[in-house]
């Protein structure tokens, strides 16, 4: 969530910054609107290619950080195998 809020923040912050350019109305001209919508639209297309590359390098990087720890490359979460049992129990 965090993330999430920081890039909608800073796409926010971009997007007015280049399309706003009169602040003596309360509503947006029908310029700055067609730029916001235009502004968001072609970051939100950026994130998402980004987002795109990202989830399509990360096995590969677990796996090379796996290799090099000499642990095997399972899904997180589950041991590399299964502790003995303490004897007596």
Do not use: I
Not at 16 to 33: A, D, I, M, P, S
Not at 68 to 81: D, F, I, T, V, Y
Request: overall charge positive; aromatic content about 6%; proline content about 9%.
């Amino acid at each position: 969530l965090r993330d999430f809020l920081l890039v909608y923040n800073r796409m926010t912050e971009l997007c007015f910054r280049h399309c706003v350019c009169n602040l003596n109305y309360r509503l947006l001209t029908g310029r700055e609107e067609s730029c916001l919508d235009s502004c968001a639209a072609r970051l939100v297309r950026a994130n998402h290619r980004l987002m795109g590359a990202y989830v399509g390098l990360v096995p590969a990087l677990l796996q090379r950080r796996a290799a090099e720890h000499g642990a095997p490359a399972g899904p997180p979460g589950l041991p590399a195998s299964p502790d003995p049992a303490p004897a007596g129990s």
